[in-house]
């Protein structure tokens, strides 16, 4: 099947500093990939759709100047988290449709645990 | 505004019984449902997709099925393995210019050998 990285798989991070997150679909192109949030022992919650060659859509609440999106080819997008604080540690998850269609299968990466000291 | 409920929260069961995870959703419209599998710490694994047309899937000891009409889905582990324990998601893509995936709670399954 498809397959979704996702580098680094693990940060720590001291508060006040950025941290880059990449998502890569390795062997599909992805116009479109999504970003969520994990939370220990919940749902994962979605942050934004990145979208290939435009801005990423946010969803309510998430606030975009902290939360930077750049969807780069169509291979990568990146999540930068800005000036991280120890609620910004979580689970982060990106996802891509393999077909072009957000109503396909989606592939999700393995994840990265970012942790705010 | 879609919710995905899923029940139960948490199960226990031992190897080899045959088990009934439970997913319900609060719009009809959906494009398709997923039902995806997570580890702890690791990311998700799809197991199976329902499009809106079709009423099941199955795949291996895997079952799952979509009522969309009464907002339902079941996933039916048949012979559980202690490899099953993990904790199951079921998400809808709504039917809407969004295409976007709403995730359940999960069921997290533990299978005692």
């Known amino acids: 099947g498809a397959v979704v990285s996702q580098h680094p798989s693990w940060v720590i991070c001291k508060s006040g500093t950025s941290v880059k997150i990449e998502c890569r679909s390795l062997d599909f192109q992805a116009t479109t990939m999504f970003w969520y949030r994990q939370f220990p022992k919940q749902s994962l919650m979605l942050m934004a759709t990145s979208n290939e060659g435009s801005k990423a859509t946010y969803e309510q609440g998430v606030e975009k100047d902290k939360f930077l999106i750049n969807h780069a080819s169509l291979t990568l997008s990146t999540l930068t988290v800005t000036s991280a604080h120890p609620e910004d540690s979580s689970f982060y998850i990106c996802s891509a449709p393999t077909a072009g269609s957000s109503t396909d299968t989606q592939y999700f990466g393995p994840g990265t645990r970012l942790t705010v000291l | 505004k879609q919710e995905v409920t899923q029940i139960p929260a948490a199960l226990s069961v031992p190897e080899g019984e045959n088990l009934v995870l439970n997913c319900s959703f609060t719009?009809?419209?959906?494009?398709?449902l997923q039902w995806f599998r997570q580890d702890p710490g690791k990311g998700l694994t799809s197991l199976l997709l329902?499009?809106?047309?079709?009423r099941e899937q199955t795949s291996g000891r895997l079952n799952a099925s979509l009522d969309k009409s009464s907002g339902r889905s079941t996933l039916y582990i048949a012979a559980s393995q202690p490899g099953d324990s993990a904790t199951y998601l079921c998400?809808?893509?709504?039917?809407?210019?969004?295409?976007?995936?709403?995730f359940g709670s999960g069921t997290r399954l533990l299978v005692r050998p």
């Open positions: 719009d009809s419209a959906i494009y398709n």
């Open positions: 329902i499009q809106s047309s079709q």
């Open positions: 998400a809808v893509i709504r039917m809407d210019s969004s295409y976007k995936l709403i």
